[in-house]
């Protein structure tokens, strides 16, 4: 192993999936997560790390970890003081926020936040749920929730649960009531690790890698044979803020195209092409999209 190594940790739990199959898409080979907390990373330079993502943000603060990922909700939960690389926009399921909500059975005759003045409240995110009903003046009793907190919505007045759908809440019958927080996954760093070049240099590597394989994602290149009688108009056709690569062929009355778009817009654009005297279209996958 190198003298020099980054301390990495990575989320075991939900985000795990989704975390590793991102580093892989970024060009890194990952193995033996399935049997240890340790695992292997064709980097010699990265140390790996499992963790739970609520207890994450307290490792890096204290520099057990240099830098790991967890979600902007645990980071403000345990009022960790840490650098905020940046923001991934990755989830276990989708690219969207996920939602910390107060919800209540949809039988119940509560209807806002208000209504819970006097009940019990289960939840895992017990600091934030708090701070959210003392600062609207609702005098509730907070319950730490070890799990299946859903469950426990018709025991107790509400709770106060993580959605990323909203699929969880619908199939336990709950209604939303309101919404304490939104959160994404947050590249978090030591104070005192950002202020070493190296490890900050490898943080910010690990950073750009991985935002450019969540880019690669939504995006496809895309590639066309034009006869140049043709190109005017098939420019017009492509998105305005992308500069195409415009490209000689060995028959000089025709030119190749390539450009990157997203993958929605190809469905409607790729037939527009054709008709404008494209041929030869084809797209590809993209790993990462670096701008």
């Known amino acids: 192993m190198s003298d020099k190594v980054l301390k990495l940790g990575v989320p075991k739990g939900s985000l795990q999936k989704a975390t590793f199959a991102l580093f892989e898409r970024a060009g890194f080979n990952i193995s033996g997560y399935e049997r240890s907390y340790f695992p292997r990373i064709d980097d010699p330079q990265i140390q790996l790390i499992m963790l739970r993502a609520q207890e994450m943000s307290r490792y890096v603060e204290d520099g057990v970890l240099d830098a790991g990922f967890t979600g902007y909700d645990w980071v403000q939960e345990n009022g960790s003081d840490v650098h905020e690389v940046c923001e991934l926009l990755y989830s276990k399921a989708t690219s969207r926020p996920t939602k910390w909500v107060l919800a209540v059975p949809n039988e119940s005759d509560i209807n806002k936040p208000e209504d819970l003045e006097g009940g019990i ?171």
């Open 121 to 291: 409240i289960a939840t895992e995110l017990v600091g934030a749920t708090k701070k959210y009903f003392a600062d609207k003046g609702i005098n509730v009793k907070i319950e730490f929730s070890w799990g299946a907190t859903e469950v426990k919505a018709r025991l107790v007045s509400g709770i106060v649960e993580l959605t990323e759908t909203g699929s969880s809440i619908k199939a336990n019958n709950l209604k939303i009531i309101d919404t304490l927080m939104t959160s994404t996954t947050r590249f978090i760093a030591n104070n005192d690790a950002w202020a070493d070049d190296f490890k900050k240099q490898k943080i910010e590597s690990i950073a750009i890698l991985l935002n450019a394989a969540i880019d690669a994602k939504t995006l496809a290149g895309l590639k066309m044979n034009v006869q140049k009688d043709n190109l005017d108009a098939i420019l017009e056709l492509l998105p305005a803020e992308k500069s195409p690569t415009v490209a000689p062929l060995a028959d000089d009355q025709y030119v190749a195209i390539e450009i990157i778009i997203s993958e929605k817009d190809g469905r409607e654009l790729i037939p527009a092409l054709k008709r404008a005297g494209a041929s030869g279209i084809f797209t590809y996958s993209l790993n990462n999209v670096i701008h």
